[in-house]
C-alpha cells in the first residue's frame, strides 16, 4: 500500500495552509540538488537545506490559503512564524515526517544529510514540472540526444535542440534514481535480514532485484546507452553546431526566443545556453554521476554478499545457540539483562601475563631482488610503402637543398664580367640555378670568403616583373670588394685569378630570406 510507513502521511503537508509555500520549498530543494547547476559531490546538511527552504520563503510571497480544513478536521492550528527561519524548520519537520525527505547519518563521520526519498523525488518532479513547458522522456536519453542533435544538423528544426536539452536532463536524473534505488534496496535488504534472518529469502530476493529489474537497465546505461561511449559524438555534435553559417544560427536563434522565451536571461544567446548546458550535463554524467553509479553498485553487491555470507554462516552451525541466547536476552528486564552480562564480564576477565622471550623478537631483512628482463625483442618488418615513402622525402630534402658552396660559386661565376652585377642579370640554366637564385641575397653573410674579399648586397628599391621564372622579386646589387675597403671605388677591378685564389671556405653564418615570389 502507498499509504504505509514512513509515509502515511505523505500529502499532509500539501494540505495546510501553508501548501503553497511547502510546493515552492519543495521545486527549489529539487532544482538545488538534480538540475543542470546542482553540485552532484555534496550532500546537503541540515544548515544548508535550512538555508535554502529560507531563501525559497523569502522569494515573493504566495497566497496564505485558509485553514478550513484543518479547523473541520480537528488536527492542531498550524501556527503562524516570527521569521523565513522558523517557518523553514518547521516546513523541515513537516517534509521529515510526511516521507518526502529522509534524514542519512554517515557512520564514519556522524555527519547527517538530508536527501529527497525516491517517491518525494518523484513527486517533487511532477510538482516542479507543472510549472514547465519541458516534456520528459525516461529512455534511451544518451542516443536520443545525440540522434537530436545529428537532426537538427540535418534538418534545421529548432524542436530537435530542444528535444536534445530534454533528453540531457533525463541523463542525469535517470542516474540519480538508479542510485537512490540501489541504496534504498540496500536499506530494504538490511531490514528484512534482521527482522526473518533468513539467508535464503534474502538471496532470493537479492538475485530476482538484480536479474529482473536493475540488470536490464543498468547493461543499457553501460553498454548501448553509455555516456562514456557517447559522449565525443555529441561534443563533435555540439562544435558542428557552432561552425554552422550565420544565417542558420540567427534562424534557430530567433525560433527559440519565440518557442521557449523563458528559457534563459534575455541578454544570452538562447542557441549558446543550451548547448553549453548539454555540454555541461554530459561532463557531469560522464565525470561525477557514471562513477557514482558504479561506486553504488559495487557497495550494493559488496554489503549483499557480506549479509548472505554471514547468514548462511550463522544457518550451518546447528550447534550454535546465539540466536536463541540473544532472544533471550531481549525478553529480559534491565535489571536481569545488566546482571547476565556483569556474570559473563567476570567469566571473561582472566587475567594471564607472560614473559617474552628477546631471543625470539628478530628484524627481518628484506632481501632485494634484481628484475632481468628476459622478453625477447621481436625484429619489426617495416612496410615496404613505408620505406618508399621515406626515401621519396630523402630525395625531394636533397633535390631543395641549398648550399652555401654552390651558392658562392654560382655568385662568383656570374661576377667574372666585373665586380658588380645585379639580379636582373643572373642567369639561369639549371635547376641548380634557380635554386641559387632563390637565395642569391644571402651571399651578404659569406663574408669569410678569404681575408682579403667580401661581398657587399644593396637593395636598388625596384622590382622584377618580367623575369621567366618569378612573378616578380626586388632588384638588388651585388659587389664584391677588398675588406676593410667599404668606400671602394665601384669602378675597381678585380682579377679572375684573384677570384679563383678566393674561392675557398662556406660560410657558417645565419641566411637572411630573398624577397621573391614564384
Known amino acids: 500500500m502507498f499509504f504505509s510507513e514512513p509515509r502515511r502521511h505523505f500529502f499532509k503537508p500539501l494540505t495546510g495552509k501553508y501548501r503553497e509555500q511547502v510546493v515552492q520549498c519543495l521545486c527549489l530543494l529539487y532544482q538545488r540538488q538534480y538540475s543542470s547547476t546542482a553540485d552532484y559531490g555534496q550532500a546537503l546538511s541540515r544548515e544548508q537545506l535550512l538555508e ?22 480537528g488536527d492542531e492550528v498550524e501556527p503562524r512564524f516570527k521569521n523565513h527561519r522558523e517557518q523553514a524548520s518547521w516546513v523541515l519537520k513537516q517534509l521529515l515526517e510526511g516521507g518526502w525527505l529522509e534524514r542519512q547519518v554517515d557512520t564514519a563521520t556522524l555527519h547527517s544529510s538530508f536527501p ?43 524542436y530537435d535542440l530542444l528535444d536534445a536539452y530534454e533528453y540531457s536532463e533525463r541523463i542525469i ?23 526473518q534472518q533468513l539467508a535464503q529469502q534474502a538471496a532470493e530476493q537479492f538475485f530476482e532485484f538484480m536479474e529482473k529489474r536493475f540488470q536490464p537497465d543498468i547493461a543499457v546505461r553501460l553498454s548501448a546507452d553509455s555516456v562514456e561511449k557517447h559522449r565525443e559524438d555529441i561534443s563533435r555534435a555540439v562544435a558542428r553546431i557552432r561552425r554552422k553559417p550565420k544565417v542558420f544560427k540567427q534562424d534557430i536563434e530567433r525560433s527559440l526566443r519565440r518557442t521557449v522565451p523563458d528559457l534563459c536571461a534575455e541578454e544570452q544567446s538562447y542557441l549558446w545556453f543550451i548547448l553549453d548546458t548539454i555540454e555541461q550535463r554530459m561532463r557531469n554524467a560522464a565525470e561525477i554521476m557514471l562513477p557514482a553509479l558504479r561506486s553504488a553498485l559495487h557497495s550494493f553487491t559488496r554489503r549483499a554478499d557480506i549479509i548472505i555470507r554471514q547468514l548462511s554462516y550463522i544457518n550451518s552451525r546447528h550447534n550454535n545457540d546465539l540466536l536463541a541466547l540473544c532472544a533471550e536476552l531481549s525478553d529480559l528486564n534491565d535489571e536481569q539483562y545488566g546482571a547476565r552480562l556483569d556474570g559473563a564480564s567476570d567469566s571473561m576477565a582472566s587475567l594471564k601475563i607472560n614473559l617474552v622471550d628477546p631471543q625470539h623478537i628478530k628484524l ?45 660559386d654560382y655568385v662568383l661565376h656570374a661576377l667574372r664580367g666585373g665586380q658588380r652585377i645585379s639580379t636582373r642579370a643572373l642567369t639561369i640554366d639549371s635547376a641548380e640555378e634557380l635554386l ?31 623575369s621567366e621564372y618569378y612573378a616578380n622579386y626586388d632588384e638588388f646589387t651585388i659587389e664584391l670588394l677588398p675588406k676593410n675597403t667599404d668606400d671602394a671605388s665601384p669602378g675597381e677591378a678585380i682579377s679572375d685569378d684573384q677570384l679563383g685564389d678566393n674561392r675557398v671556405g662556406e660560410a657558417n653564418s645565419l641566411p637572411s630570406e630573398n624577397n621573391s615570389s614564384l
Open 364 to 408: 627481518q631483512e628484506r632481501q632485494s631482488r634484481l628484475w632481468v628482463d628476459n622478453v625477447l625483442a621481436t625484429a619489426q618488418v617495416v612496410d615496404q610503402e613505408a620505406q618508399r615513402e621515406l626515401m621519396i622525402r630523402q630525395l625531394l630534402d636533397q633535390a631543395f637543398m641549398v648550399n652555401n658552396s654552390h651558392l658562392k
Open 52 to 73: 535554502i527552504l529560507t531563501e525559497a520563503l523569502a522569494r515573493p510571497q504566495v497566497e496564505v490559503l485558509d485553514d478550513e480544513l484543518t479547523i473541520l478536521s
Open 436 to 466: 641559387a637564385m632563390a637565395h642569391v641575397i644571402e651571399v651578404g653573410a659569406l663574408n669569410n670568403l678569404s681575408s682579403e674579399l667580401v661581398f657587399r648586397v644593396e637593395a636598388t628599391g625596384r622590382q622584377v616583373i618580367d
Open 173 to 195: 536524473t535517470d542516474f540519480t534514481d538508479v542510485i537512490a534505488e540501489l541504496d534504498e534496496r540496500k536499506r530494504e535488504l538490511i531490514r528484512e535480514v534482521e527482522s
Open 116 to 158: 529527497f526519498t525516491r517517491l518525494g523525488r518523484v513527486f517533487a518532479l511532477a510538482l516542479l514540472e507543472a510549472d514547465t513547458r519541458q516534456i520528459r522522456t525516461r529512455h534511451r536519453n544518451t542516443r536520443n540526444t545525440l540522434n537530436a542533435l545529428e537532426a537538427l544538423l540535418s534538418r534545421g528544426e529548432v
